[in-house]
């Protein structure tokens, strides 16, 4: 269990992510909000839209479970009949950019002062099964993160890589087994060790040692693929066989499965 100081901690990475991605769109100009994402048929405006959508989320899943709740009746809905993405982001879509981003800014900000209630112990009901406190605003910054990632792609530049990532890579790290139960298949026999270089050269490492197998290489490369941003094949990342079987299906967020890009596909 986390103590409250590394609660605090964890919001405050978690703040310093949104900033570092507030600082990417905050002075690109209207077409640049309307350009083309790697995600399909999402435009800058719809990463930022569906960022503030799911952190307005968050903080009602924190202060109010049980309106939480009752609104995931709504979201299953829609989830079913395929029109998701006009629940989530049909309100934002008929912004302007401006209120897209003022938008972003006060959910993110209402997230941040109900982060503050958060208890070490406390579990935070999602869209699956509850989560805990720490993992719960660790969801929040790789969500953050990975949708950054992909309006830095559209705009043609790079989200700085800071030792943030590490609350990625560990969440990448303890998702293993999802990747495969998402899919409905088993993990292979075998434990896999990840040994990862963080952006300040920090040495960042998970499971055993001696283990089967051991994934090596640039955190910020974990993080892409694990995220589904980029194809294994596409880093600087060293593994053997069962590190590759886990790689190519690694899945570090909720929802249903899905696959990422092919090799050569994204920058």
């Known amino acids: 269990m986390s103590s409250r100081a590394e609660l605090d901690a964890l919001a405050r990475d978690l703040a310093d992510e949104q900033a570092s991605l507030d600082g990417l ?40 479970p049980e309106a939480f709740n009752r609104s995931l009746e709504a979201v299953a809905t829609v989830a079913v ?7 989530t982001l049909g309100p934002w879509r008929a912004l302007a950019p401006s209120a897209v981003l003022a ?87 075998g434990r896999v060790r990840v040994e990862l270089t963080g952006p300040s050269g920090a040495t960042w490492t998970w499971g055993d040692a001696p283990a089967e197998d051991v994934v090596r290489g640039p955190a910020e490369d974990f993080c892409l693929v694990v995220t589904q941003r980029r194809h294994l094949e596409d880093t600087a990342l060293v593994t053997g066989e069962l590190g590759r079987h886990w790689l190519v299906r690694a899945q570090a967020f909720a929802g249903g499965a899905t696959t990422g890009p092919n090799p050569k596909e994204r920058p």
């Open 103 to 189: 938008g972003w800014r006060a959910n993110r900000a209402s997230l941040a002062v109900a982060a503050t209630a958060l208890e070490p112990d406390r579990r935070v009901p999602w869209y699956g099964p509850a989560m805990s406190a720490a993992s719960f605003l660790t969801a929040r910054l790789m969500e953050t993160w990975a949708h950054g990632t992909d309006v830095a792609d559209a705009l043609g530049t790079h989200l700085e890589a800071t030792d943030r990532l590490v609350h990625v890579a560990r969440l990448g790290f303890i998702t293993r087994g999802w990747s495969y139960a998402v899919r409905g298949e088993t993990a292979p026999e």
């Open 25 to 64: 769109v905050a002075a690109i100009d209207d077409a640049a909000w309307r350009l083309d994402t790697p995600a399909a048929g999402w435009t800058v405006l719809d990463q930022i839209g569906h960022l503030a959508y799911f952190d307005a989320a968050a903080a009602v899943a924190i202060l109010d």
């Open 81 to 87: 009949t395929g029109g998701l993405d006009e629940f």
